[in-house]
């Protein structure tokens, strides 16, 4: 085991050997009462190129872990809430980007809080124990990373804050990094503060990162397994041919400015479809096929500085803005940037219609009565293509609570009445949770909502 203090918190200690053996990696990170399990395993080589890191990652909140017993009908652990999922995404992009892209074994991560307070932080518990268990276990991973919550209240930052002080706090930071003091995650709320309040905020979380980094080093020497060998990459032959086969056509058809998102689209296809015809394996093929058009659109915008639909690399996409759209709602706007286009309505209702959480998340203070809430839809139509209606899936749950998080501190707390805002992308070419935030702040000046002062995103790459 190894432990890190921080200011006057308790030690936070990582521990492994002790339990759940049989898997990959195992690791208990533990705060005081506090200790969350994560598990690491991975199944055997899927045949075929890999196309993405597979990986799932799977937080889940414990009834038990709180000293309650489910208050639901069967009084069983169900499936996982809003709340599981977004903690969920939270860990698995910070570890995504740092397993290799020629790993293709399906790997899991289960992360399972065996026992937390009101003061204990689920998440940063997780996060450091899943990035532990990953970095001991056999995948390969360019890691460690490893994750602090940040606080600011009255000039200071605080690290891993307990709940009391995280609702005092100006914002609300979780901060993921690796070596060289390289960022890999940030997950951020709060209300407006300077830029410069902000880097002192990531000054100290960097430093505290180090810290845990060092530990999870040490651990790795004494209690790493080997990590498993990659499998090869691409066949350099076939690579070639196919690069030197497309590069031409995908030139003309990524630097032709009249295309627009569904032409273009189209027109790769078929070119992918040519490419298919002449080899045996296709699994392959395709898979570098789709390799070589990211790489050449990459290399194309960097050599030129111009996107493939003409614009230069801080030019915006053409906006238009419709608001009152519907006169019988109580706010509406229609917001497109370029191809991607997202109506949003304002409901309100009065206070008792606000979204009261389960007693597990109001005591640990994952979540409280909320007046506001925001929820994102994404059908299939938006990007062409066919969807079930299976309620909201981890993506719409994900970007939802992003748009949520941008608007949220604008509405007066004094104002009276519970609002839902509902987002639909109707088109989408990218950055629709940004659009959404846009949309979603004209929605509610249109419904008369008194927010402190306007809100818009972006996305950056």
């Not at 390969?140 to 490893?146: L, M, N, Y």
């Not at 430093?207 to 845990?212: D, K, N, R, S, V």
């Not at 959480?357 to 909320?370: E, V």
Request: charged content about 25%; proline content about 5%; glycine content about 8%.
């Amino acid at each position: 085991s190894v432990a890190v203090k921080f200011g006057d918190n308790e030690p936070f200690e990582l521990k492994t050997g002790h339990i759940a053996r049989f898997a990959s990696g195992a690791v208990v990170a533990s705060q005081g009462d506090n200790a969350v399990l994560s598990t690491c395993v991975f199944g055997s080589p899927k045949p075929g190129p890999n196309q993405g890191a597979p990986l799932t990652v799977e937080y889940k909140q414990s009834a038990s872990a709180v000293g309650k017993i489910p208050s639901n009908y069967l009084r069983r652990e169900l499936s996982q809430s809003d709340d599981d999922i977004i903690n969920s995404r939270l860990i698995d992009r910070s570890l995504r980007p740092l397993i290799p892209k020629t790993w293709n074994c399906d790997t899991q991560i289960i992360v399972k809080p065996l026992s937390l307070d009101e003061k204990g932080d689920g998440v940063i518990l997780g996060l450091n124990s899943a990035a532990a268990a990953l970095t001991l276990s056999e995948v390969p991973f360019d890691g460690p990373i490893a994750a602090v919550r940040l606080a600011y209240h009255d000039k200071k930052v605080i690290i891993n804050p307990t709940g009391a002080a995280r609702r005092e706090s100006l914002l609300n930071v979780i901060l993921a990094g690796c070596s060289e003091n390289r960022t890999v995650m940030i997950e951020m709320d709060g209300k407006e503060i300077t830029l410069s309040e902000l880097e002192e905020v990531f000054d100290h979380g960097m430093i505290a990162i180090g810290e845990l980094l060092d530990s999870m080093n040490k651990l790795q020497r004494e209690c790493g397994k080997p990590k498993a060998e990659l499998s090869d990459d691409f066949d350099p032959i076939l690579l070639r041919r196919i690069q030197e086969e497309v590069d031409e056509r995908l030139y003309y058809i990524l630097t032709d400015v009249t295309h627009d998102k569904i032409s273009r689209d189209k027109a790769i296809q078929e070119v992918g479809l040519d490419i298919l015809h002449n080899y045996e394996n296709k699994a392959e093929a395709g898979a570098i096929f789709s390799e070589v058009t990211k790489k050449k659109l990459r290399s194309l915008i960097l050599e030129n500085e111009m996107r493939c639909d003409g614009r230069k690399l801080k030019d915006f996409r053409p906006i238009t803005i419709q608001v009152d759209v519907f006169k019988e709602l109580h706010g509406s706007t229609m917001f497109q940037r370029g191809q991607t286009q997202v109506l949003s309505t304002v409901t309100f209702d009065s206070a008792s219609a606000a979204f009261h959480p389960d007693s597990i998340s109001q005591m640990l203070g994952a979540q409280r009565k909320k007046m506001f809430m925001l929820h994102y839809e994404f059908p299939g139509f938006a990007v062409n293509s066919i969807s079930t209606s299976r309620g909201s899936n981890r993506r719409e749950i994900g970007h939802g609570a992003l748009a949520e998080k941008a608007l949220k501190h604008l509405i007066p707390n004094q104002f009276p009445y519970s609002i839902r805002l509902a987002t639909q992308v109707l088109e989408s070419n990218g950055s629709s949770s940004m659009a959404t935030v846009c949309s979603g702040s004209l929605a509610m000046f249109d419904a008369g909502v008194p927010l402190l002062s306007p809100a818009a995103g972006v996305a950056i790459g």
